[in-house]
């Protein structure tokens, strides 16, 4: 008897070493994915990238590498480009950031395999095959701003943006005056045909997602926000914010980009 309990004795603590194994194999396993240090930042229509300097600033105090990419805004394809030389610069993995129609541009470039997660700020999150207008036309517009203007030397191709006089509460309106009025000024306008290019592979089928869901956005409407987010399965993050969340509330968007990085 005295035998066998000594036999069990001897089992119980080969299993338990075992398994303490199998569970220190498990967490070195799980650690040796790294955290992403590197962010790649694209802004949407009517911006270029300065107005992200306060993200900029928030995310470099925490230690990371901020990148931030100057896209045409002359076609999709151009600005998925542009955003790709940017990514090819990265050590990696990235946090690649969308905001607006930038969120177009990542979901066809997130699918780099250097991105390791996608960030949607009050951004357009469309699927294979679908354009950004097509996705704007799902919802009521929220506001009847936009204008389109002619290029002189190409009276065909057409350029979206927001009269002065409607900018800031179309755009900014929880931004302060002086500060949306530059805004308003300095607008990058976008290309027509960008808005009509399709996505040929939407990265947020094999990338984790996350979102920022604007609720007072007067630009990308916050239902369509929500149903795209919903479809994608986004974690998402809720703020009561214009369509220039990353100005009016840059810590919070530095927050859920940072989450996105871990």
């Known amino acids: 008897m005295k035998h066998l309990e000594n036999h069990m004795s001897i089992l119980r603590k080969t299993s338990a070493i075992a398994l303490m194994i199998a569970v220190s194999g498990t967490m070195a396993h799980a650690q ?8 790649v930042i694209v802004h949407g229509a009517l911006a270029d ?6 993200i900029y600033d928030i995310l470099n105090k925490d230690g990371f590498h ?31 950031v969308g905001h607006s129609y930038g969120g177009s541009v990542i979901t066809e470039a997130g ?42 030397t190409a009276p065909d191709i057409k350029y979206f943006y927001i009269p002065a006089a409607k900018f800031r509460e179309t755009y900014a309106a929880d931004v302060p005056a002086a500060q949306a009025k530059f805004m308003s000024d300095s607008q990058q306008q976008l290309a027509e045909k960008a808005m ?6 939407a990265a947020w089928h094999n990338k984790p997602s996350y979102a920022i869901l604007t609720t007072k956005d007067r630009v990308v409407s916050p239902e369509l926000q929500r149903w795209m987010y919903q479809r994608s399965g986004a974690k ?10 990353f100005v009016s509330q840059p ?12």
């Open 32 to 39: 040796t994915k790294p955290a992403a240090k590197d962010v």
């Open 49 to 54: 990238g300065s107005g992200w300097r306060a």
């Open 66 to 96: 901020v990148t931030i990419v100057q896209e045409p805004l002359t076609g999709l394809a151009e600005d998925v480009d542009a955003t790709k030389r940017v990514i090819d610069q990265q050590a990696g993995p990235v946090v690649l």
């Open 111 to 152: 699918n780099d395999p250097k991105v390791s997660a996608l960030v949607y700020v009050a951004a357009l999150q469309p699927d294979k095959g679908e354009a950004s207008g097509q996705l704007m036309s799902k919802f009521a517009a929220p506001n009847d701003a936009m204008r389109a203007a002619t290029n002189r």
């Open 196 to 201: 009509a290019a399709p996505i040929s592979e």
């Open 236 to 245: 998402v993050t809720e703020l009561a914010a214009s369509h220039a969340v």
């Open 251 to 262: 810590e919070a968007v530095a927050r859920v980009i940072e989450a996105a990085a871990k």
